[in-house]
C-alpha cells in the first residue's frame, strides 16, 4: 500500500482550478476561501500549471495557492498537488505529453510555488499524439531526481492506468467519480487503483459547476441528505469517502462558505440504507447484487470496433431464436438498450443477443448488471477482427448504401449512421477498447478469429476503383498490409488528403 495521508487528515481537499479559469475570478476571495479550507481541516490542495486564462499566464493558480499557503499559520502542513503536460493555446485546453514539456512544467512549477516541495505530480491527461510510455517515464525521471516526491496520472482508462503502474512508482491517480458520472466506476479504473495500492483523487466530485446546482433537485440525493441532516452535496462526498479509505474527494470552490461546507461532510458517517440509496444512485464498488439463477436464461453479448462483423454473428443467433437488441436498428443510447434488455428479461425472456460496439468496461457494464438482476447469465463473444479487414467491411458499407466514398460533408450527416463511418473513427475505437475480463461478471468469454468468406458475385476492388473517381475533393489512398488475412485488398483505405486549404 502506498503511505500518503496519515489517518487523522481530511479526505476532502480543496480543489482550486476555478479560482484562476473564470472571466470574473477575484483573488481576494479566492485567498479567503484557501484559508477558510484550511481553518475546517482541509491539507490537500490540487492546483495545476494550466489553471490559468490562457498560455500566457500559466502557473497563476499555483502563484494564486502558494500566497494564500504563506499568509495562513496553518499553510505549511498542506500537501500540494499539482499537475503538468498540458498548454492552454488561446485559452483551450491541449495535452502536451512530451518528456520535455512535463520537466519543464515541473521547474516552472517549483517556481511558481515559490520553492515549495510538489508532495505529488500528476500527468493532467494522456496526450494522443506521444506514447504514454513516454509521458510516465518522464514522470518517474522526476522521482529518481529528486525535484517531486510522488507523482499519478490523472483522466486515464483501465488500460492506460495498467500500463503506467508499470513504468513509474505511481502513488495516485485523478479520475471523476461522482455526481457527475459514475463511468470510472463502471469501466473499473477506480478498483483497479485501489487493488494495486494507489490513492484515489476525486476531482468535480459534484459533477462541476452546472450539474452542481442540480444537486438540490436530485430525489434520490434530496432523499439521502434528509435522512442525513445534511445537503446532497455533503452527501455526495460522504458516500465518495465511504467507498474505501484511499478515497480523497477534491471539491472545487470559490467561497469561503462553500469551502466549509464541504469540510463539514467529512464528519457525516452512512447507515446501511443512506449507504444503499447512494450506491443505487452514484455506484458502487461492491459486487453486483443477483437473483437467483434462471437456468434457461442467457444474454450473449458480441463486443468488437466497428466493421468487425457483429451483425452477422447477431443475425445467426437470431436464427437460433435470440430476440436481438441493436441501438442501430432501435435508435437510443446503450443505457436505452439495457432498459430494454431489462424489460425483456422481465418479461421472461432465456436468450437475448446485443450486437453493439461494447468497447470498454462501463459500456458493458449496464448489460451484465441487468442480467444479474434477473438471474440470467452473460457470455461474452468478443471479435478479434483486424483492425484492415473492419475498414475494408466499414467501406463495403458505404459503398452498398451510398454508392460512393463520402467527404466530410456526407459524413457528418446521421450521427451514429454505420454507413457513415469517418476514416480515423476505427483507429481511435482500437487505442480505446477495453478486452473483457471475467471479473466484469461475465459467465464465459469466448474469443471469435475473424474470417472471411467469398462471396460469389461480389468485385469488391473493381467497385472501389469506380467509387473512387466519385469524391473529387480528396485523393484517397489505399495501402496493402503485409500479412493481411485477405491479400490483395485495401487496409487503412479512407486516408483524406485534402484538396482545399483548411480542412483537417
Excluded at 279 to 297: I, N
Aim: a positive charge.
Amino acid at each position: 500500500m502506498v503511505d500518503w495521508l496519515a489517518g487523522d487528515e481530511s479526505r476532502i481537499g480543496l480543489g482550486c482550478m476555478r479560482l484562476s479559469t473564470e472571466q470574473d475570478r477575484d483573488e481576494e476571495k479566492a485567498l479567503a476561501t484557501v484559508h477558510a479550507a484550511l481553518d475546517a481541516g482541509a491539507t490537500v490542495f490540487d492546483t495545476g500549471r494550466a489553471y490559468a486564462l490562457d498560455d500566457g499566464e500559466r502557473g497563476h493558480n499555483e502563484r494564486l495557492l502558494a500566497r494564500a499557503l504563506s499568509s495562513h499559520p496553518l499553510g505549511g502542513r498542506a500537501r500540494l498537488v499539482t499537475k503538468c503536460g498540458m498548454a492552454r493555446p488561446g485559452g483551450a485546453w491541449r495535452a502536451d505529453g512530451r518528456a520535455r514539456s512535463i520537466a519543464a512544467d515541473c521547474e516552472e512549477s517549483v517556481r511558481a510555488l515559490g520553492g515549495r516541495p510538489i508532495d505529488l505530480l500528476l500527468l493532467h491527461a494522456p496526450d494522443p499524439r506521444v506514447p504514454l510510455a513516454t509521458s510516465v517515464r518522464a514522470l518517474a525521471s522526476l522521482v529518481e531526481r529528486g525535484r517531486v516526491r510522488r507523482v499519478g496520472v490523472c483522466n486515464v482508462n483501465r488500460n492506460q492506468l495498467n500500463e503506467a503502474l508499470e513504468l513509474a512508482p505511481l502513488t495516485a491517480v485523478e479520475v471523476a467519480p461522482g455526481a457527475g458520472d459514475d463511468e470510472v466506476l463502471r469501466g473499473g479504473v477506480v478498483s483497479l487503483a485501489l487493488e494495486r495500492g494507489l490513492w484515489v483523487l476525486a476531482h468535480a466530485p459534484l459533477g462541476g459547476p452546472v450539474r452542481a446546482g442540480r444537486l438540490a433537485r436530485d430525489p434520490a440525493l434530496g432523499q439521502a441528505a434528509k435522512r442525513l441532516g445534511a445537503t446532497p452535496a455533503q452527501a455526495v462526498l460522504a458516500w465518495l469517502l465511504a467507498l474505501h479509505p484511499r478515497v480523497v474527494a477534491l471539491p472545487g470552490a470559490r467561497r469561503p462558505e462553500t469551502a466549509r461546507d464541504s469540510q463539514a461532510a467529512a464528519r457525516i458517517v452512512l447507515d446501511g440504507e443512506t449507504r444503499a440509496l447512494l450506491d443505487e444512485r452514484l455506484g458502487s464498488l461492491q459486487p453486483l447484487p443477483r437473483a437467483p439463477a434462471r437456468a434457461a436464461a442467457e444474454v450473449v453479448l458480441i463486443a468488437g470496433i466497428s466493421g468487425a462483423g457483429k451483425s452477422t454473428l447477431a443475425a445467426r443467433l437470431a436464427a437460433q431464436g435470440y430476440a436481438r437488441l441493436n441501438r442501430d436498428e432501435r435508435g437510443g443510447t446503450l443505457a436505452g438498450i439495457a432498459a430494454a434488455l431489462e424489460a425483456r428479461l422481465a418479461a421472461g425472456a432465456t436468450r437475448v443477443v446485443l450486437d453493439n460496439t461494447y468497447l470498454t468496461r462501463a459500456s458493458r457494464h449496464t448489460v451484465v448488471r441487468a442480467a444479474a438482476r434477473h438471474g440470467a447469465r452473460v457470455r461474452c463473444l468478443w471479435l478479434e477482427t483486424p483492425l484492415a479487414e473492419a475498414q475494408r467491411n466499414a467501406i463495403e458499407r458505404m459503398l452498398e448504401a451510398h454508392r460512393a466514398l463520402l467527404g466530410p460533408e456526407g459524413l457528418s450527416r446521421g450521427r451514429g449512421d454505420p454507413t457513415r463511418l469517418a476514416p480515423r473513427v476505427l483507429l481511435t475505437q482500437v487505442r480505446q477498447q477495453d478486452r473483457p475480463e471475467a471479473d466484469e461478471g461475465f459467465h464465459s468469454i469466448e474469443r471469435v478469429a475473424f474470417e472471411r468468406r467469398p462471396e460469389a458475385g461480389r468485385d469488391w476492388p473493381s467497385r472501389w476503383r469506380r467509387s473512387r473517381r466519385r469524391v473529387p475533393r480528396f485523393s484517397i489512398g489505399v495501402s496493402r498490409v503485409r500479412g493481411s488475412s485477405s491479400p490483395g485488398y485495401p487496409a487503412a483505405a479512407l486516408r483524406f488528403r485534402p484538396r482545399r486549404a483548411g480542412f483537417r
